[in-house]
């Protein structure tokens, strides 16, 4: 009877470590397999996440090439537009600088002929203006005989009407295409400055008839000069 306890019981722990050594068999199988697993997601997972990190380093390598490629084109772009703009803008200076000049020069010809004109028209009207003022001053003297109040008016007629002669005489004189002109009376001699070129006979013969007709002057008596 022990004996078949003790053959009993040595069959049970048999059985027993049998058990036990098939448990730890697949527990450790199934720890190699979940290690394994484990090992290759985590592989796959490294691999992709250098696979994304070698993309996104390509991708910001790229941009940025590009960004760099883009701001250099514009810097090039804009030293060009900037040299161009300043080459036009001092070929423009240069040119507005040339016609002012060009103008000045011209203008100062032509400053210079028209004030003489203005200025000697202003100078003869002063001139009639101060001399009808001392004969006016005659004629408002007490002390003056009458004979002389009667010279004196008469003087201020002729002065008048030597005025307005003058005056018709030159506005006729422009309308036969003379640009301007001005006309002195000094005693018995008429002067004519004309304005601009030499005048030819036929605009001589028109100057001295309307001269002879308006102020009653004979052709000899009439000088014609002129100023360019």
Same mark, same amino acid.
């Given at each position: 009877m022990k004996t078949i306890?003790?053959?009993?019981?040595?069959?049970?722990?048999?059985g027993l470590m049998v058990i036990?050594?098939?448990?730890? /068999?697949? @527990?450790? $199988? %199934?720890?190699?397999?979940?290690?394994?697993? /484990?090992? @290759?997601? $985590? %592989?796959?997972?490294?691999?992709?996440?250098?696979?994304?990190?070698?993309? %996104?380093?390509?991708i910001v390598q790229t941009n940025e090439i590009n960004v760099n490629s883009v701001n250099t084109m514009l810097q090039n772009t804009n030293t060009l537009e900037e040299n161009i703009t300043n080459t036009l803008e001092n070929q423009v200076n240069e040119t507005v600088e040339e016609v002012e000049q060009n103008v000045v020069a011209t203008n100062s010809d032509v400053i210079s002929t028209d004030e003489y004109f203005t200025s000697s028209?202003?100078?003869?009207?002063?001139?009639?203006?101060?001399?009808?003022?001392?004969?006016?001053n005659i004629l408002n003297n007490t002390d003056v005989s009458e004979s002389q109040k009667k010279s004196a008016q008469e003087e201020i007629s002729k002065l008048n009407n030597e005025q307005n002669a003058i005056?018709?005489?030159e506005n006729l004189i422009k309308t036969k295409g003379i640009e301007d002109l001005i006309i002195f009376i000094n005693e018995d001699s008429i002067n004519v400055i004309v304005k601009g070129k030499d005048c030819?006979?036929?605009?001589?013969?028109?100057?001295?008839?309307?001269?002879?007709?308006?102020?009653?002057?004979?052709?000899?008596?009439i000088h014609i000069m002129n100023k360019k």
């Amino acid at each position: 009877m022990k004996t078949i306890k003790k053959n009993q019981v040595v069959v049970f722990v048999i059985g027993l470590m049998v058990i036990a050594a098939g448990y730890l /068999s697949f @527990t450790n $199988n %199934s720890s190699e397999n979940m290690m394994e697993t /484990s090992a @290759t997601v $985590n %592989s796959e997972r490294i691999a992709g996440i250098g696979d994304a990190k070698l993309v %996104s380093a390509n991708i910001v390598q790229t941009n940025e090439i590009n960004v760099n490629s883009v701001n250099t084109m514009l810097q090039n772009t804009n030293t060009l537009e900037e040299n161009i703009t300043n080459t036009l803008e001092n070929q423009v200076n240069e040119t507005v600088e040339e016609v002012e000049q060009n103008v000045v020069a011209t203008n100062s010809d032509v400053i210079s002929t028209d004030e003489y004109f203005t200025s000697s028209r202003l100078e003869r009207e002063n001139m009639y203006s101060k001399r009808v003022e001392n004969y006016q001053n005659i004629l408002n003297n007490t002390d003056v005989s009458e004979s002389q109040k009667k010279s004196a008016q008469e003087e201020i007629s002729k002065l008048n009407n030597e005025q307005n002669a003058i005056m018709i005489a030159e506005n006729l004189i422009k309308t036969k295409g003379i640009e301007d002109l001005i006309i002195f009376i000094n005693e018995d001699s008429i002067n004519v400055i004309v304005k601009g070129k030499d005048c030819s006979k036929e605009e001589i013969a028109q100057i001295q008839n309307i001269i002879t007709r308006e102020m009653q002057a004979d052709i000899a008596d009439i000088h014609i000069m002129n100023k360019k």
